[in-house]
């Protein structure tokens, strides 16, 4: 079964251009949904959007990502991110937190 995708270090987010598995509604034995709502995330996936749309651009996705691991890192918890659901031009990024 695939897994959420762990950043290495919060440096390395955005080294990578979308190393997120597709999981589509499953969620993996040991991990549950982070932040509800607010941890799933409507990106733009073709490299085009613009940041007044309502997809977040890959910069816009970076920066929360970066700010999630950011404060989940001084609470050592571990947080994975994978696409749940697949448009077009769009993707749906759910944020899962590692269950210890």
Same mark, same amino acid.
């Given at each position: 079964m695939k897994q959420p995708y762990?950043?290495?270090s919060i440096e390395e987010v955005g080294l990578h251009s979308f190393p997120f598995p597709n999981i589509g509604d499953t969620v993996p034995k040991g991990w549950r949904e982070y932040g509800g709502k607010g941890g799933l995330f409507f990106v733009d996936s073709s490299g085009f959007?613009?940041?007044? /749309?309502?997809?977040?651009?890959?910069?816009q996705?970076?920066?929360?990502?970066? /700010?999630i691991l950011a404060i989940n890192d001084m609470c050592e918890w571990t947080i994975g991110w994978a696409i749940v659901e697949v448009g077009q031009f769009q993707v749906y990024v759910q944020a899962f937190k590692k269950e210890e």
């Open positions: 762990v950043y290495p959007g613009h940041p007044d /749309e309502a997809a977040l651009t890959a910069d996705f970076i920066a929360k990502i970066q /700010e």
